[in-house]
Antibody
Framework: QLRLHESGPGRVKPSETLSLTCTVS??????????WGWVRQPPGKGLEWIGS???????YYNASLKNRVTISVDTSKNQFSLKLNSVTAADTAVYFC?????????????WGPGTLVSVSA | QSVLTQPPSTSGTPGHRVTISCSGG????????VKWYQQLPGTAPQLLIY???QRPSGVPDRFSGSKSGTSASLAISGLQSADEADYYC???????????FGSGTKVTVL
């Protein structure tokens, strides 16, 4: 059974770079049926799509974050990563990684449990 | 401000039916498939509906989705206490070139 799990620091200082990794287990990240995405949720608020990456490295970003975000994939480690630079308190959120299944009309069908990242000095 | 508009909350008694609306525009719901996600308290979202009205394997048929024009709806019949959760609609937006979520609806079982 495919599983996703986020990892990375739980606290980042303002103006620094938030870095998270999503490890995919139980299946290959290189299958052409899937994209891999990041979604975040500020405390008590709704969901926000950050962006997605294909195993080839093609990326799609939320325009509101585009200048600060980089999503990459490492097929040798079966991982994909998120970097968000110049963070502020507004970037405090639970960050989820998820699989995007093309044949389910690009639905996010498998999610990691999420990891809380707090931006504070 | 979410691109897709949902009511903040709705409620119902066990066994009854509730519906959640999701209003968008021609660049999102009007032209692309709608998905629905359920988020139980303290957990990650789970896919409930894709392609407007299709259920993934394992999702009970008490959950059903529909779409008309630039609006979509999720219906939950035979409401159970386990259905207390936040529900989000979502769709690709061709103008924003982004995957957009609704504002979320909290379902309370009375």
């Amino acid at each position: 059974q495919l599983r996703l799990h986020e990892s990375g620091p739980g606290r980042v200082k303002p103006s620094e770079t938030l870095s998270l990794t999503c490890t995919v287990s139980g299946g290959s990240i290189s299958r052409s049926d899937y994209y891999w995405g990041w979604v975040r949720q500020p405390p008590g608020k709704g969901l926000e799509w950050i962006g997605s990456v294909y195993y080839s490295g093609n990326t799609y970003y939320n325009a509101s974050l585009k200048n600060r975000v980089t999503i990459s994939v490492d097929t040798s480690k079966n991982q994909f990563s998120l970097k968000l630079n110049s963070v502020t308190a507004a970037d405090t959120a639970v960050y989820f990684c998820a699989r995007v299944f093309k044949w389910l009309s690009n639905a996010l069908d498998i999610w990691g449990p999420g990891t809380l990242v707090s931006v504070s000095a | 401000q979410s691109v897709l508009t949902q009511p903040p909350s709705t409620s119902g008694t066990p066994g009854h039916r509730v519906t959640i609306s999701c209003s968008g525009g021609s660049s999102n719901i009007g032209g692309n498939p709608v998905k629905w996600y359920q988020q139980l308290p303290g957990t990650a979202p789970q896919l409930l509906i894709y392609s407007n009205n299709q259920r993934p394997s394992g999702v009970p048929d008490r959950f059903s989705g529909s779409k008309s024009g630039t609006s979509a709806s999720l219906a939950i019949s035979g409401l159970q206490s386990a259905d207390e959760a936040d529900y989000y609609c979502a769709a690709w937006d061709d103008s924003l070139n982004a995957y957009v979520f609704g504002s979320g609806t909290k379902v309370t079982v009375l």
